[in-house]
């Protein structure tokens, strides 16, 4: 077989062959993605060869990065702990009681009306929305003597305690309420909680309940006694939260060991005032989301940012808006985060809870700017004022920020390298791929994509003369499979076998591409799109997940040069003290193999080699939140020898020892 170092060489279905197969999947009925594999395996892969004397340049360990945006469940509903919908009212609660505009028939659907069902008494005064003074955004829900509302569809688990607080207050200066969470119809299916001497201020009151069985269906109520009763805000959680954080979503990322974390967008950036996100939580004005669907509750802003990457000793990533947003907003907001808590903006930050500074370094500049669907988009020329213009006022609050320039390899990026080099570290690309049904394809747009970039990159240096003596590398700040259907809410695609195959194919090329790619951000982390999906009350890898939590504690620092034949893919990596190596093989193919090793420059240990797995049940098995996993992550008994085994279908690490 074709051999080179560069993994997939491109063979497997001639178009004729395509054709037939389209043909007799058409006549059968058969779904032609199950096919999966190529006609027929090649017989002989020939050996692994290694040289580690050709030594690339360091992989960084910010291709391990992650992205979140506010959009679907990736924080609310994955990250966040908050268990209600609409808690703040944003949508005026009515008779008509249909919460789900999207995706209605799904676990997930999307709420575009109030998800607050009017339960007593069933008239049209029973509850009105007040705008006279409200607590929060543009009304208040005032419930008459004896109405109640309630919220279905909540998920909760047997004897887990659950914890809350509502903001109340009597208009005629006293009044009750009842609290009542309910997990089934029969009488004794429920707890409820009596708050009595609600007076003529807003007021916070704690409660809590313990579920007395499973489901998904539970329902949280809040009915007035005999007194007229506004409802300000309302938020439930599970006990074990973490700074409001799901604890199950919290211990998974804790497990991938991300460097930075991108946020909040994404589309919803360019829509994004950063003030709404900073206060009093509860008093945080909700909103249409500005890019996506649903409400944006601001209950994730800055501060909650921070506290999420401190408990992931992660670096954070603060993306500024470059849509509708400008540069005297963009300032204020680094402001906000890093400046002294006698500045204007440091002193708000400091009597928010944060007298330190955050100490943001990296600052994206925008999203996705050149793309004609974003909010504020303009002629490239235009934009290249903007970034500059962006940048020289953020340098003005805090000239060591890190700049990210928001790139497309093409002319939108030819134009920002050549006229705002001086106003960024990196520059940003992004590229999403489909499916294909033949496996060696699907995997291979992983290796080609990214390729594509880097070459592009590398050709911009040759072909501007004002980038020499600079080292403006790529941040690949979206890169991700995206297709089929959305089982965990607005784009909540799974993921399989065949796509933790390409996920770590890609992280194979990045380490080829090590001289040009400084960073990479899986997009995204939970649910979207993501590495992790959550239900209501649980968390799970996903298959690809798997893959970044392996390569990110296992794969290695230092490409070598790798030879191996075309139809697997396959990289070596040097620990940064050269004192082991790290062999990363891709194997699509149905049949275990054993692979040839054929070592230069390095002398292999007989004791201590590992070696760790990724293989499933065939290259259409996911996993799933609260079930077995179907794709597993195991570490395997090796010995040392003159082969390596590989099982068919599957991802496999082994660390050898070497001198």
């Not at 268990?83 to 009212?89: G, P, T, Y």
């Not at 995706?103 to 607050?116: I, N, Q």
């Amino acid at each position: 077989m074709t051999k080179n170092s560069y993994g997939f060489g491109g063979r497997g279905f001639t178009i004729a062959g395509m054709n037939r197969l389209l043909l007799i999947a058409l006549v059968l009925g058969v779904s032609v993605i199950s096919l999966g594999q190529p006609a027929a395996a090649p017989k002989d892969f020939g050996p692994i060869a290694v040289d580690a004397t050709s030594r690339g340049e360091a992989m960084s360990p910010l291709i391990y990065s992650q992205f979140i945006e506010h959009l679907g469940r990736c924080i609310y509903g994955g990250i966040w702990a908050e268990m209600l919908e609409d808690r703040k009212f944003y949508y005026p609660i009515t008779l008509e009681y249909k919460p789900y505009t999207k995706l209605v028939d799904t676990a997930f659907p999307v709420v575009g009306a109030s998800p607050w069902e009017i339960v007593a008494p069933a008239a049209g005064d029973a509850v009105a929305m007040s705008a006279d003074k409200p607590f929060v955004g543009k009304h208040t829900p005032l419930l008459k003597a004896g109405a109640g509302i309630r919220q279905n569809d909540l998920g909760v688990l047997k004897d887990k305690k659950y914890t809350g607080y509502v903001w109340l207050k009597a208009p005629a200066g006293a009044g009750s309420a009842t609290i009542v969470l309910a997990w089934g119809a029969a009488v004794g299916d429920r707890q409820s909680v009596e708050i009595k001497e609600i007076g003529g201020e807003y007021k916070k009151y704690a409660f809590e309940f313990t579920a007395g069985a499973a489901t998904d269906k539970a329902q949280l109520s809040i009915a007035a006694g005999s007194s007229p009763l506004l409802i300000g805000t309302i938020s439930l959680m599970p006990a074990d939260h973490v700074d409001g954080m799901r604890a199950d979503t919290l211990a998974l990322l804790k497990e991938l060991k991300a460097p930075i974390y991108r946020w909040p967008g994404g589309n919803f950036v360019s829509g994004y005032d950063w003030r709404d996100g900073i206060g009093d939580r509860d008093r945080r004005p909700p909103r249409t989301n500005p890019a996506w669907t649903g409400v944006e509750h601001n209950d994730f802003g800055m501060h909650e940012f921070i506290r999420f990457c401190k408990h992931l000793d992660t670096e954070p990533w603060i993306t500024v808006n470059t849509g509708f947003g400008d540069a005297y907003s963009a300032a204020a907001e680094l402001e906000y985060a890093n400046g002294p808590a006698d500045s204007y903006y440091g002193a708000k930050r400091a009597a928010n809870g944060s007298a330190q500074a955050f100490a943001v370094k990296y600052w994206g500049i925008g999203n996705e700017m050149w793309g004609a669907w974003q909010l504020g988009y303009m002629k490239r020329e235009h934009y290249e004022i903007k970034q500059n213009w962006v940048v020289d006022k953020m340098r003005e609050v805090d000239p060591k920020i890190i700049p990210i320039a928001s790139g497309s390899a093409g002319p939108w990026s030819l134009g920002l390298l050549k006229n705002c080099s001086d106003h960024m570290a990196l520059i940003a690309e992004h590229f999403y791929t489909k499916e294909k049904p033949d496996i060696l394809a699907h995997i291979r747009q992983m290796n080609d994509n990214i390729k594509k970039k880097a070459e592009f990159h590398r050709q911009a240096r040759k072909d501007l003369p004002n980038l020499a003596g600079k080292d403006i590398k790529i941040a690949m700040t979206e890169w991700n499979y995206w297709y089929g259907p959305t089982p965990y809410g607005e784009l909540g695609t799974r993921y399989y076998l065949k796509d933790a195959l390409g996920i770590a194919a890609g992280l194979n090329e990045y380490a080829r591409q090590s001289d040009i790619i400084a960073a990479a951000f899986y997009a995204q982390t939970v649910n979207v799109i993501g590495c992790i999906k959550t239900t209501k009350t649980a968390a799970a890898f996903d298959s690809t997940g798997l893959v970044l939590k392996l390569y990110r504690k296992e794969f290695g620092t230092i490409p070598v040069k790798t030879t191996a034949s075309d139809q697997l893919d396959v990289q070596a990596m040097l620990s940064a003290d050269g004192r082991t190596l790290t062999i990363a093989i891709v194997n699509p193919w149905r049949q275990a193999l054993d692979l040839p090793l054929e070592l230069k420059g390095a002398k292999p240990s007989a004791d201590n080699w590992k070696s760790w797995q990724i293989t499933g049940e065939g290259l259409q098995s996911t996993n799933a939140p609260g079930e077995a996993p179907k794709v597993r992550l195991e570490e395997l008994p090796v010995k040392a020898a003159a082969s390596l085994h590989v099982s068919g279908e599957s991802i496999t690490l082994v660390r050898i020892p070497v001198e």
